[in-house]
């Protein structure tokens, strides 16, 4: 996956894990939101905020399973398996 793919996936992800912890009301700890905000603040700068927050919008809009195939299928990314 090249580095913009893999921005690109960032923002998807993180749209869907949001719009799952929204729905069942997680509250994420400090530890986790300390982990993730850099990391999401990186693609948002590298994406650019509109193409970030597409990204994100589109991520949100998946269902739980469309949510664990998308994992699967990244997971099983060659770039993924070679690391």
């Known amino acids: ?24 009301n997680f509250r994420r700890d400090n530890a986790d939101a300390e982990f993730l905000v850099p990391r999401i603040e990186r693609s ?3 994406l650019g905020a509109e193409a970030f927050a ?4 589109d991520g ?9 195939r998308q994992a699967g299928a990244a997971l099983a990314a060659p770039a993924l398996r070679s690391s």
């Open 60 to 68: 949100a809009s998946w269902s739980y399973d469309d949510s664990l």
């Open 44 to 46: 948002r700068m590298v």
């Open 1 to 24: 996956m090249s580095s913009a793919g893999s921005h690109t996936a960032c923002a998807r992800f993180f749209g869907a894990a949001e719009a799952l912890r929204e729905r069942t």
């Open 54 to 57: 597409r990204e994100q919008a």
